[in-house]
């Protein structure tokens, strides 16, 4: 299947400080890749829709100035946490659309490794 | 609105017994429905999926799923469970078009004992 790369895996930062976290797919062109967070031991909440080439559509309740998302190119979308703060940690998740098979969108998502965010 | 519910935050089965994890859907049109398996500090990775195809669905691991829409279920079984089985399972759905926007179920935690 399609594959998808999150970088870093782990990250450790100080409050106050930005962190970014890069989004690929590897061997497939994504229009569009979606940032879910996860808290320990609950559901995968979503946070946007990174669209290339445009600006992303946030989730109700997710501040896009504190959680910027670029998609710059069909195979990186980026999330940065600025002036992160201890409850910002959090495992972050990115996934991106398979595209067409057959000519039919299946709607089947493939997901990075996840990032995990510590804030001091 | 579009939902997932999935009946038992934790599921513990012997090695050998058989799994089954519940998930309901509500709809008003037809879903895409699929799980997927989570390990500890991992991404998550897809084991089955339902596309309006046939409902009884097949995924890996021996895991199989069977969409049945009288009773907006979306069951996830295997007949028998091995010790690396223990996993995070997680139902989500979607309604097709541009958007592939999944909403996941809570999550079921399964644990294999011995």
């Known amino acids: 299947g399609a594959v998808v790369s999150q970088h870093p895996s782990w990250v450790i930062c100080k409050s106050g400080t930005s962190v970014k976290i890069e989004c690929r797919s590897l061997?497939?062109?994504?229009?569009?890749m979606f940032w879910y967070r996860q808290f320990p031991k609950q559901s995968l909440m979503l946070m946007a829709t990174s669209n290339e080439g445009s600006k992303a559509t946030y989730e109700q309740g997710v501040e896009k100035d504190k959680f910027l998302i670029n998609h710059a190119s069909l195979t990186l979308s980026t999330l940065t946490v600025t002036s992160a703060h201890p409850e910002d940690s959090s495992f972050y998740i990115c996934?991106?659309?398979?595209?067409?098979?057959?000519?039919?969108?299946?709607?089947?998502?493939?997901f990075g490794e996840g990032s995990r965010l510590t804030v001091l | 609105a579009q939902s997932v519910t999935q009946l038992g935050s934790h599921v513990s089965v012997s090695e050998g017994a058989l799994v089954l994890l519940r998930c309901n859907y509500s709809?008003?049109?037809?879903?895409?429905l699929f799980w997927y398996v989570q390990y500890p500090n991992q991404g998550l990775q897809l084991l089955l999926k339902y596309t309006s195809a046939a409902t009884l669905v097949k995924g890996i691991n021996g895991f199989e799923a069977e969409f049945k829409k009288s009773e907006t279920s979306f069951h996830l079984t295997k007949p028998s469970a091995h010790m690396s089985d223990a996993a995070e399972y997680f139902c989500a759905v979607t309604y097709g078009g541009a958007t592939n926007k999944l909403i996941f179920g809570t999550g079921t935690l399964l644990a294999v004992q011995p």
């Open positions: 061997d497939f062109q994504a229009t569009t």
């Open positions: 709809s008003s049109v037809p879903p895409y």
């Open positions: 996934s991106a659309s398979g595209g067409a098979s057959g000519g039919t969108n299946t709607g089947e998502l493939f």
